[in-house]
């Protein structure tokens, strides 16, 4: 049992660390800002804030430097910036066709981005392991070799148990139950924590945060490629479900009569509007690709009708079920990704007609439907938010003399 005054104590150091928090989110997410910004965002007072910043700045994960005077009254305040080459990490990604790395530093300042294309089809865990390490590697020899990353996440496209790092399922790759997370670890030889996530869900964090679903607190993303991911956002939180596996909105049955799906059922939501589908309704093979895709949205920009009717098509499917998504969940916006981005401009009044005969009127005047602004990158740079996120909620953590945050962190 705590005495009356240990548990002021144990009540102000609560305060302390989520007053730290406060600050260092509103500089993650913001940028640089003022001392009197700081106050006005955080609801502290101006006497707080000086200090908490004094603690971060002594830390090294914080800057302040002199305002410039803008010919306003009253003394001006100094700018905080975050240190962002203090406080790294790596984020990684294994997209359909192609693999990516990022090293990325606190307030989403991008240091190193690589992105190598990988032949499509499926490949053994060894092989995507030696990949990625190789391309981190590469990374971090373009950078200091003090900096450190902290932590490290990868975005897949595929079913992951986040807890344990395990992808239950990715058809793209031909994996089931394969222990990604602790193979990445031994071989990155980091001696970090990584986190393995859903690329779709990270998708939707880094649109939230950085992209094209700012300001809104409730958010669906969607990504199109072969399969059809989702991200969804509740409230500023992901919608996760028991085991991590909720969003998969590309398994709404949709179409009884339809095709087979990957996962064994028939007329999943992506096999109306799917890479597939597209490919099929404009006469190419099933299987073609990106170079299929490409031409297909070459024809189509061209005025071929072919294209033009089968991404109209797909537009329409992708209405549908949009409809029905935006009656579920009642987003402020939904973020399109990947291939449904790219064929957008043809299909935006498809798909506004499709939302207002199918969702609820209600619902369909809070929601905007709009493409995703961070486009191929989104689950990368949505990896390393999730990467961060540990140093936002308790950034006390890493206030300790240099050196002795990479072993706090691997703690
Ligand atoms: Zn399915």
């Keep these: 049992m705590f005495t009356g ?3 002021v104590g144990q ?11 406060a600050i260092v989110r ?23 804030i000086r200090a908490l910043i004094g603690e971060l700045v002594a830390g090294e994960l914080v800057a302040e430097e002199p305002a410039i005077r803008l010919g306003t009254p009253g003394r001006p305040s100094p700018v905080v910036r975050l240190e962002a080459t203090n406080a790294v990490v790596l984020a990684l990604e294994i997209a359909i066709d192609s693999l990516a790395v990022a090293i990325v530093g606190a307030g989403g300042v991008i240091l190193e981005r690589r992105r190598v294309d990988r032949p499509r089809g499926h490949s053994t865990l060894d092989d995507i392991v030696a990949d990625l390490a190789e391309l981190a590697r590469d990374a971090r020899s373009r950078r200091p070799a003090a900096e450190r990353p902290f932590r ?3 975005a897949v496209a595929g079913i992951v148990s986040r807890a344990s790092g395990i992808v239950r399922f990715a058809p793209n790759l031909g994996w089931v139950d394969v222990p990604l997370g602790a193979r990445l670890g031994e071989a990155l030889g980091l001696d970090i924590p990584i986190d393995v996530a859903n690329e779709s869900d990270l ?5 939230f945060r950085r992209g094209a679903a700012r300001g809104a607190d409730d958010v669906l993303y969607t990504h199109g490629e072969v399969g059809v991911g989702g991200g969804i956002i509740v409230d500023g939180r992901p919608l996760d479900g028991v085991g991590g596996y909720g969003g998969e909105i590309g398994h709404m049955p949709v179409n009884p009569a339809g095709r087979a799906c990957r996962c064994g059922s028939t007329g999943c939501w ?10 099929s ?3 190419y093979p099933l299987d073609g690709g990106r170079a299929a895709v490409d031409a297909v949205l070459g024809e189509a920009a061209a005025g071929r009708p072919e294209a033009l009717a089968a991404i109209e098509q797909t537009g329409t499917w992708l209405g549908i079920g949009l409809a029905g998504l935006v009656n579920i969940l009642n987003p402020r916006r939904v973020v399109l990704g990947g291939l449904f981005a790219r064929i957008f401009p043809f299909v935006d009044d498809i798909v506004a007609r499709g939302l207002d005969r199918g969702a609820l009127v209600a619902s369909r005047e809070l929601v905007s439907v709009v493409p995703s602004t961070l486009g191929v990158d989104a689950p990368l740079l949505g990896a390393a938010e999730l990467a961060f996120e540990p140093l936002i909620v308790d950034p006390a953590t890493w206030l300790v003399p240099r050196g002795a945050v990479a072993s706090l962190a691997s703690a």
């Design 203 to 207: 998708g939707a964090l880094a649109e």
């Design 11 to 21: 009540r102000s150091e609560t305060v302390r660390r989520a007053n730290l928090s």
């Design 270 to 279: 992506e096999t109306e509007v799917g890479e597939g589908a597209l490919l």
């Design 26 to 48: 509103e500089l993650h997410l913001r940028g640089p800002l003022s001392r009197s910004e700081l106050v006005a965002r955080t609801g502290l007072t101006r006497s707080a």
């Design 5 to 7: 005054r240990d548990e």
């Design 281 to 283: 309704r404009a006469g």
């Design 152 to 154: 490290v996440a990868v």
